[in-house]
């Protein structure tokens, strides 16, 4: 039971909550009463967050990603810090790693500095098919998911629907006529799955064969798409277009392709830096980290002020076509 809890249950905002825990005297004697009692009859025990809501005392919100270096995260918690700061909140921010052990201690490490919420920066932090530190954590504060998802009380998630954007990427490719697809991509976080079922899911739709060899998992880095792209071409698998989970790794397999004097299509996914610094500069999916930040940051307002906000948003991915589609067309 939370403070959330309590507000929807006798039907008042999270405010007038927090004014009856501070003893404030802008809460009628009727609506006290009902809040006391109900507090009484869930044995509910207020935090530290819950009373400084009432004195505005807190206005820090901590922000977790796995590594602030990746190009994704870094403009993500760029966003989210810029935007929570002008709205008067300071900012904690954790990087983990990718070991749960040490995701679970930033996690509690914020917790124990009072924040009022936590964001959650990508999928990386809803891969895992147990989130009890995640849900034990929502019980007392809410959690914010940027472009991940846990579907539990008190966490709220705004997602890109990464899932559509590569089977569009599928389509795009197949009306013009390229129907063996490689397919290359790093992990299976929540986002990573969606990028695959897409794949998968678009090659289906247009009645192409799903071949094994045509799709792989590798590390994240440009050389190891390279060299994967390399391996395939020497061993004589075709495939005229390809597709990477990531702008990473969609340099890699361009830099092959050219190397080997191929000019085939290749579409890159988060649309980064990296897609203006590659030659020819690489098409890729924008997956709207510029609606999604400022989405997240506007519901956990709403909710910090005691508002009802979707547990799940979605917001629909762009395709930027730049000079690796577009040689389709000279």
Partial sequence: MTIYDIARCCNVSIATVSRVLNGSSKVSNKTRDKVLAMMREQNYTPNAFARGLGLNSMKMVGILCTDVSDTFFAKAVSLVERDLRRRGFDVLLACTGNE?????????????????????????????????????????????IINGLVDHQNIYCVLCNEKKAMMKNVELLHKQGYDKILYLYDALTFGGQQKLLGYKQGLKKYKLPEESHLFHRISKTTEAAMKKTTELLQAGIEFSAAIAAEDLLAVGIQKATIKAGLNIP????NNSILAKCTTPELTSVDNRLDILCPTAINQLI??????????????????????????LHK
């Fill in 100 to 144: 749960l052990e040490d995701k679970k201690k930033y996690l509690q490490l914020l917790l124990e500095k009072r924040v009022d919420a936590i964001i959650l920066i990508g999928s990386p932090f809803s891969e895992l098919e147990d989130h009890a530190f995640i849900e034990e954590t929502a019980k007392q504060i809410p959690i914010i």
């Fill in 266 to 269: 290749v579409i890159g996914f």
């Fill in 302 to 327: 709403d909710i910090l002020e005691g508002k009802k906000v979707p547990q799940k948003t979605i917001i629909s991915p762009k395709i930027i076509e730049r000079e690796s589609f577009k040689l």
